[in-house]
């Protein structure tokens, strides 16, 4: 399955990659207009954006940046106005056919009369996989979250992280390729939130997945990412696309390093809030 | 034991203001020598249904069965209805001013008609049971599931789930408490419907008790009768809330939990 990735090193001023790259995800010459009452809003302009398979991409803006849009063109909930989107070569709803794309959001979004277990099984549900294997998967995924023994608690009786953990796990359950997250830990305290970047850490590295992560939070872009997409907003346009170089394994004693410092410097003026 | 106690404690206020009203009627009545074709006394009403117990139960059940047989066939036809009118939006478009207009007509002033349609048997209790009762449980349930997280909807696109998995695992789980307070508003409009069936034209039942008393000037009789009226439908009531309580328990109780908090 490991594909010879070329790894390309973008600068600001090469962003735009054709779309038919074989790369896992890519995003030509994107144009979002939304039709609201008081005129048109151009969320994204002209963006291009490639993401490698397994790669771990943070998109970094303000908000109102049109980064979520971008998750939501990728999911394919929305269609661009101009420009296409390709997974694998193939069509975002050939895709989301395929049972590739796995969605996290901020708030979990669980569905409340559903246990645990319940809530991920929802998915395989959908998918028709047989109880059996249903249980068998259940049981794996919750493994790899830390959410064993919690199996049949109600998502209120559960803290924060563990919602996420759990939003993941159903994210997981069905082995999407590519794992599209909005703000995931954005609703959490800071302690909690470090956990929750290594843990997703761990599960990256264990499972492979194409992850697209939008975040507003700089320590976290520098932290997670193999690249991050820095946007600017109304109209959402690339700003940069900076390789993080940073070694991995990543301890959260890495951000004291010079790097990472020097890295989430030059996010921080890329931004325009330095 | 405990919990019967504590129950007892909060629900002694309550008690209080029902045997406080009822020993006030009473003082009244006897102090001003109120006739009791006027407004008989709370004693001379237990005195009236003790005398006619035995005759009320079958008056109760055919009241009872109308209004049950037409809350249970509206309800279902208010599910039916709300589940199309969500599925489709076209279907909603047609169905919802309709909705509206059928709401807008004082369906009891049609009772006449009803008779006239289905006679003066238990099948016009039913009807005009059913016809007053789906309303609140189509609007109910049309709410309930048309207010899922635009996200849960989201989720289910990208997994290219069916219709008929939207509608059975999100739409309609998300629904049932809202159907649940649907029906608690149809309970006691299922009584009226039936009674007003009763008042028509008929020989059994509540309305009909009420009827001949009125006839009789036998007042207590006509306070029985509605009595038991509010009695049957404090039953229902209560069967109802158990039926709740039953379904809801574990799975919904995120809802008690955010009333509390």
């Known amino acids: 399955m490991l594909q010879a990735n070329t790894v390309v090193s973008l600068r600001a001023d090469d962003v ?16 979002k207009v939304f039709q609201t009452r008081r005129g048109d809003v151009h969320a994204l302009d002209a963006v291009s954006l490639s993401i490698r398979n397994k790669e771990f991409v943070c998109l970094l803006g303000p908000s109102g940046c049109g980064k979520s849009t971008i998750l939501g063109l990728i999911a394919g909930l929305a269609k661009p106005s101009a420009g296409t989107v390709t997974i694998d070569g193939k069509s975002v709803d050939a895709a989301r ?35 059996r294997e249903r249980e068998a998967r259940i049981k794996a995924v919750l493994r790899l979250v830390g959410l064993e023994g919690f199996e049949r608690r109600f998502p ?17 359950s069905f082995d999407p390729q590519v794992l599209l997250m909005d703000e995931p830990f954005g609703a959490l305290d800071a302690i909690t939130r470090d956990n929750m970047s290594i843990e997703l850490l761990r599960i990256w590295e264990q499972r492979q997945k194409t992850v697209v992560f939008v ?31 940073l070694p991995r394994p990543r301890p959260l004693n890495m951000r004291d390093s010079a790097e990472f410092i020097a890295l ?10 330095e | 034991m405990t919990d019967i106690l504590e129950g007892l404690r909060r629900s002694s206020a309550s008690i ?34 003790v005398k006619q117990a035995h005759l009320l139960g079958r008056h109760v059940m055919t009241t009872g069965t109308g209004a049950v047989g037409g809350l249970v066939i509206g309800a279902m036809t208010g599910l039916v209805l709300a589940i199309l009118m969500v599925q489709s939006r076209i279907l909603a478009r047609i169905l919802m001013p309709l909705l509206v207009i059928d709401q807008s007509v004082p369906k009891l002033a049609l009772a006449p008609i009803f008779v006239i349609w289905f006679g003066t048997g238990m099948m016009t209790r039913v009807v005009i049971a059913m016809v007053i009762s789906f309303f609140p449980v189509v609007i109910n349930a049309i709410r309930g599931m048309t207010t899922v997280d635009r996200r849960v909807n989201d989720l289910m696109a990208t997994i290219s789930a069916s219709r008929l998995d939207i509608l059975t695992k999100v739409q309609l789980p998300n629904a049932v408490p809202y159907i649940f307070s649907g029906l608690k508003v149809a309970v006691p409009l299922s009584i009226i419907g039936a009674v007003v069936a009763e008042f028509m034209q008929s020989d059994s039942g509540l309305g009909y008790v009420v009827l001949v008393a009125v006839g009789n000037v ?21 069967a109802l809330s158990l039926a709740e309580w039953l379904v809801m328990r574990g799975r919904f109780n995120y809802l008690a939990i955010e009333n509390d908090g």
């Open chain 2, 218 to 238: 036998n007042t207590p009789m006509v306070f029985v009768a509605v009595l038991l009226m509010a009695l049957l439908s404090l039953s229902l009531f209560a």
């Open chain 1, 16 to 31: 735009r990659v054709p779309a038919m790259d074989a790369s896992d995800i890519a995003l030509s010459e994107i144009t």
């Open chain 1, 156 to 172: 209120h009786e559960l803290s924060g992280g563990m919602k996420q953990r759990l939003g993941i796990a159903r994210a997981l």
């Open chain 1, 215 to 245: 975040t507003h939070s700089i320590g976290e872009a520098a932290f997670l990412s193999d690249r991050v997409v820095v946007l600017t907003p109304r109209p959402g346009r690339i700003a940069a696309v900076i390789d993080n170089a």
């Open chain 2, 16 to 49: 209080g203001t029902v045997v406080g009203f009822i020993l006030v009627w009473q003082t009244l009545v006897m102090l001003f020598h109120v006739p009791t074709w006027l407004v008989p006394a709370p004693t001379a009403i237990w005195a009236e249904f």
């Open chain 1, 264 to 273: 989430s410097r030059q996010l921080r003026t890329l931004l325009g809030t």
């Open chain 1, 97 to 131: 056919r395929a049972h590739q794309i796995g969605l996290v959001f901020q708030d979990a979004v669980l569905l409340p009369w559903r246990t645990v277990s319940e809530n991920v099984s929802l998915p395989l549900e959908v998918l028709k996989i047989p109880r």
